[in-house]
């Protein structure tokens, strides 16, 4: 099976001027996407990670939490005065209003700390990982490549359960609400496929799109 496979994509505009290279990383729950991450990091990238960005704004005296205790009452806040992130995932999936309310509290600043941690990488090579880059359309125009990782929905699934002990009816539900493989392919220009390769394998299929990409080749 190809490891790897380009997604034709009208050419990106370059990095602007007084930055480095913005690469938007984006997969699938379960797609190995952390692991094509900390590859990255290994060859001179500086990771904006918008997850642990939306943790620390949860964590106990973050910033989002006095919104989110007003939009869903204290029963949303926990005993460690962090956010209840089982009882939020619970409704979230089950509404998507409460879903969209939650987003619409938490993108706006995770968008400002993102913004931040990449003014302060200089002239480095940023990735943003962003789980819900292709959801969310303003992330495809802040960045100048975008890398997809993915894999067969039966991967996913057997990869979290095994991972994070969920049943795989609730690791259904959670891929569900992310954007199928197809919308995720559709804005990519890069498909790294991690699906019954090796470590190693994938690691080389990283370096490939790392060093094409900055030898200014704007294909995957």
Sequence with gaps: MTAS??????????????????IGLTGGIGSGKSTVARHLVERGAVLVDTDAIARALTAPSGAALPAIAQAFGAQAIGADGAMDRDWMRARAFADPAVKARLEGILHPLIGTAARA???????????????????????????????????????????????NGWP???????????????QRRAIADAVILNDGISLAALQAEVDRVWDRWHSGDSTG
């Excluded at 894999?151 to 990869?159: D, G, I, L, N, P």
């Excluded at 539900?173 to 197809?182: D, K, L, Y």
């Design 5 to 22: 496979t380009s997604t034709p994509q009208a050419p990106q505009a370059s990095a602007a001027a007084g930055r480095g290279l913005h």
């Design 168 to 182: 795989e009816e609730a690791v259904q539900r959670v891929i569900a609400q992310q954007a199928t493989r197809e």
């Design 117 to 163: 941690q990449a003014a302060a990488a200089g002239n480095a090579t940023v990735v943003f990982d962003v789980p819900l880059l292709a959801e969310s359309g303003h992330w495809r125009a802040r960045v100048d490549r975008v890398l997809v990782v993915d894999c067969s929905k039966q991967t996913q699934v057997q990869r979290v359960m095994a991972r």
